[in-house]
């Protein structure tokens, strides 16, 4: 069952329904942060080993994807300190071409492809391409969201 609107609050704990019916779950983070555990099943496992799993990708996600209640909260943790930094991102001026690694805090620095390549695109990602994403991950085959904004 859908919730009301929930607020942004890092240490949340959120149970994501995939479309083979089975479920993962992501940890929200500072805003837009949102951390994706390396964890999906058919049934709530309880919650220690939910937070205690590895996480599979950190990524900045729009607001509603999580204040919608859509991806239900199923509890709260206080974040670990990995939890708690940001991953670098790159960037790619969409008019020069010319890639950048953002750092947080809107601090930049010029970067090189090969700087960029094991990065995450900086980009907010819609709540629908993260669930392909996660049924891609799990699947084991390549998700064309994330081939789509590799850096080149």
Avoid at 6 to 23: A, C, Q, S
Avoid at 84 to 97: N, Q, W
Avoid at 126 to 146: Q, S, T
Wanted: charged share 25%; aromatic share 12%; net charge neutral.
């Amino acid at each position: 069952m859908k919730q009301n609107k929930i607020k942004w609050n890092p240490g949340d704990v959120l149970k994501i329904p995939l479309t083979d019916g089975k479920f993962a779950f992501a940890r929200v983070l500072k805003y837009p942060l949102v951390a994706f555990y390396d964890l999906t099943t058919d049934k709530i496992p309880n919650f220690g080993s939910i937070i205690s799993s590895p996480v599979a990708f950190k990524i900045w996600v729009m607001k509603y994807g999580v204040t919608s209640g859509d991806w239900p909260v199923i509890g709260n943790a206080p974040l670990t300190p990995e939890l708690e930094v940001s991953p670098y991102f790159f960037k790619r001026d969409p008019i020069s071409g010319a890639l950048s690694i953002y750092m947080g805090n809107n601090i930049e620095r010029p970067a090189t492809l090969e700087e960029c390549q094991d990065l995450e695109c900086a980009a907010g990602w819609d709540p629908i391409h993260i669930i392909d994403r996660l049924n891609d991950h799990f699947a084991g085959r390549p998700n064309k969201w994330v081939e789509s904004m590799k850096p080149k």
